[in-house]
DNA sequence: ATCTTTCTCAACCTCTTGGTTGAATAAGGT
DNA sequence: ACCTTATTCAACCAAGAGGTTGAGAAAGAT
């Protein structure tokens, strides 16, 4: 279901300069020609790092004449995190059980030891 | 930098199959041959995949005879966690700012209204 | 109409990724 | 010693990612 949606922002975050759009990005709407700016590489490469970041849902974009301003989609992060923080409570938690599990092994033990020197 | 780190772990986690291993690791520690047992593809094809999550720094491993016990390294996710939100913050306090500066100006026309009025 | 700016499309190249199979290694079990 | 189990290494392959350059499209500016 999301699977896919979920592939393509993680792939999407995955690159240093898709992260460096997303972090300019996330200081307000800025055009392909500005995205590329601080990098070395041409803007045709910058415009499809923004196509990549799109087709994920994570930035969206308006006209304004030649422009095409670039806007951050920020709820879509949300997904993310959402199936991180999952796993990560979850082996949480387990560690938490595990935890207590080997306290109660260990009065246990304690136990038997007093049951033995009685 | 951490920039490398975060790449890694966010190409880890891009891959379905992958996530699939970390959800499994996260209800309880399993060797690969376990890993693999509900995917349709060799076991090598799963051991690559928790090579990636090692060295990513998602997985650890320990040794029992044959078998090598993958475990879920959960504290990684907060990396991860920790950048998404930090820029899912920023882009909310601007959009905050912005629909404030909004108010503001709409304030200030209806002021305006009213002296032309007098 | 023509020129300029901004951006995308198309073709190409190289390196990486995810998969395969077959052989090798590691550690027990008999 | 020999066989079995669990895992990895090595070589290979097809497809994709990220980069390039060159041409084309979209929308103003003169």
């Not at 800025?30 to 790092?49: C, F, M, N, R």
């Not at 199936?83 to 560690?95: D, T």
């Amino acid at each position: 279901m999301n699977e896919e949606r979920l592939s393509a922002v993680f792939a999407a975050l995955a690159d240093p300069t898709r992260r460096g759009i997303v972090a300019r990005l996330a200081t307000g709407d800025a055009t392909v020609g500005e995205l590329a700016a601080p990098y070395d590489v041409s803007v045709q490469a910058i415009s499809k790092h923004v196509k990549v970041l799109e087709e994920a849902g994570l930035v969206s974009r308006s006209r304004d004449a030649q422009r095409r301003p670039c806007h951050l989609e920020a709820d879509v992060l949300d997904l993310m995190t959402g199936w991180i923080e999952r796993y990560r409570r979850q082996a949480e938690e387990r560690f938490q059980r595990l935890d207590t599990l080997l306290a109660e092994l260990q009065q246990g033990q304690d136990d038997t030891r007093e049951g033995a020197a009685s």
